[in-house]
């Protein structure tokens, strides 16, 4: 991890004239790192993330880019350190090519007639093959899936040749394959090219365990750090945690609150048991490691005991389906 800082904030205080959402900010953007900006809907990601671009004006505070104050920067010099890739961009034209979208990126070097030089396509080609998009270079834009255009965007990010690339929930209406796949390569391209790479997600199970660093927007606040500081600090629950779901400080992913009927008692060794916890939990069941009326034993891959000291009895299953079926059972047979 290199430890030159690109961006950097002093006192920033972000929002509208009547709005403030973040205020008192002190960020650092730090040379091959990929950092994750979360926080719930409002809080303010977007707009600081367009602030730290130049796009939208802070309302208190500086912004040093590469030891100089952006404010002194022109809109071109701008362009040439910090790239943005936007949320439902639609600047693009479906009638371009991807190879022509791409070379869009190299707007602040091309001057007035947009003339691409040797070098020019050469940076294009490489950003495409960065990108796994150089075989199709020649396809229009329209014809893309959703992660190719995706990925086409951030093309023409890298085509702009910035050290420091700012993207606004760049997984968003991707599917799982595709999110980890985009998260993957944006992490291996801050590692490979020394990029500061700042990205804005909803995607929070995936984000935590990609970026390097988070910056964790609540209640006007940031809170910064690995991610698994701010798990042990309980930042991500403070964040994030409601009386619907909460997230799980042990197994570093988010639980739904299901509405409790009763305790069970779990024993047995290996993923059988974690499936059968989850399960369990999913339909409303508490987990207990003590003495329960019902106790759940997983023997093995394909078999399950269930016991019931106040029913005098115990029944077996074959998979978790049957277990939940008995358990609803019993239920039905105690209410009755």
């Not at 602030?51 to 071109?76: M, V, Y």
């Not at 209406?173 to 801050?190: E, I, P, Q, S, Y």
């Not at 290996?270 to 399960?279: M, P």
């Amino acid at each position: 991890m290199q430890d030159k800082i690109l961006l950097e904030t002093k006192n920033l205080a972000v929002g509208y004239p009547k709005n403030t959402l973040l205020e008192h900010l002190i960020l650092q953007l730090y040379a091959g790192e990929l950092v994750g900006l979360i926080g719930r809907n409002g809080t303010g990601k977007s707009t600081l993330l367009r602030t730290l671009a130049g796009l939208h004006p802070a309302l208190n505070g500086h912004i040093t880019l590469l030891n100089k104050d952006l404010n002194s920067l022109s809109p071109s010099q701008r362009a040439k350190n910090i790239s943005i890739v936007l949320s439902n961009d639609d600047t693009a034209s479906n009638t371009l090519t991807v190879g022509q979208v791409a070379a869009l990126g190299r707007f602040p070097y091309t001057g007035f007639l947009g003339r691409l030089s040797k070098e020019d396509t050469a940076i294009i080609r490489n950003a495409l093959e960065k990108v796994g998009l150089a075989h199709k270079a020649d396809v229009p834009f329209g014809e893309l899936s959703d992660g190719e255009r995706q990925r086409t965007m951030i093309a023409r990010a890298l085509s702009q040749n910035t050290s420091i690339l700012l993207l606004d929930e760049p997984t968003a209406h991707l599917d799982l394959h595709n999110k980890t796949a985009l998260m993957l390569l944006l992490r291996g391209l801050a590692k490979d090219t020394g990029k500061a790479i700042l990205l804005t997600s909803h995607d929070l199970e995936l984000t935590l365990q990609t970026a390097d660093k988070l910056w964790v927007l609540d209640q006007q606040k940031i809170s910064r750090g690995v991610p698994e500081d701010l798990i042990l600090n309980h930042r991500i629950t403070e964040a994030f945690g409601n009386e619907r779901f909460h997230f799980d400080e042990q197994t570093g992913g988010f639980r739904v609150n299901h509405p409790q009927k009763r305790s069970i008692r779990v024993s047995g060794d290996g993923e059988t048991v974690l499936w059968t916890r989850r399960a369990l939990q999913r339909n409303g069941y508490g987990i207990s490691d003590q003495v329960s009326d019902w106790e759940v034993k997983c023997l093995g891959l394909h078999q399950w005991q269930l016991t019931g000291t106040d029913r005098n009895m115990d029944e077996t299953a074959d998979n978790i389906e049957n277990l939940l079926y008995l358990l609803q059972v019993w239920e039905t047979d105690r209410k009755e």
